[in-house]
């Protein structure tokens, strides 16, 4: 599969989430989990699109590390999620719209990008930016 096909299926799990938030993570060219934003259904204000998917497969797993793994997102990771992706150790995360994007459509933000947290931290993640970002800020107007 390609990058923009596993994007695709963040974005169909994005579309069953309480905000247009979806996430995938690949190990080994294979989707291995996916999950949408429930912090409405849950009443948890943490439960974020990647924060579910992270903790749907570490807890598959029974493993803390997803080192190897790439964790697609429609949505970039905002502070909370960014710093689990850390604490995780993901390898690469590759999101759609900017928090700047989503700033700019009045969507609720807290300005500090993934990149940051990340620059701050003890990992080297690499990180992707705009990959079917237009396909997937639709989902937010």
């Known amino acids: 599969m390609t990058p923009e096909e ?7 799990e994005a579309k069953q989430g309480d905000a247009p938030y979806g996430a995938v993570i690949v190990k080994d060219n294979k989707v291995v989990a996916a999950a949408h934003n429930t912090v409405k259904r ?11 998917v992270i903790r749907k497969l570490t807890s598959q797993i029974k493993n803390l590390s997803l080192a190897g793994c790439t964790i697609y997102t429609t949505g ?11 604490w995780a150790g993901i390898d690469e995360i590759v999101y ?46």
Do not use: W
């Open 6 to 12: 596993y994007m695709r299926i963040a974005l169909e």
């Open 42 to 52: 849950d009443r948890d204000p943490s439960a974020h699109a990647e924060m579910n």
């Open 76 to 86: 970039e990771p905002c502070p909370m999620c960014a710093t689990v992706c850390v």
């Open 96 to 141: 759609a719209v900017s928090i700047k994007d989503l700033m700019r459509i009045n969507q609720a933000q807290i300005d500090i990008s993934c990149e940051e947290i990340i620059a701050k931290s003890f990992r080297d993640i690499k990180v992707t930016k705009g990959l079917l970002k237009e396909e997937c800020l639709e989902l937010f107007q």
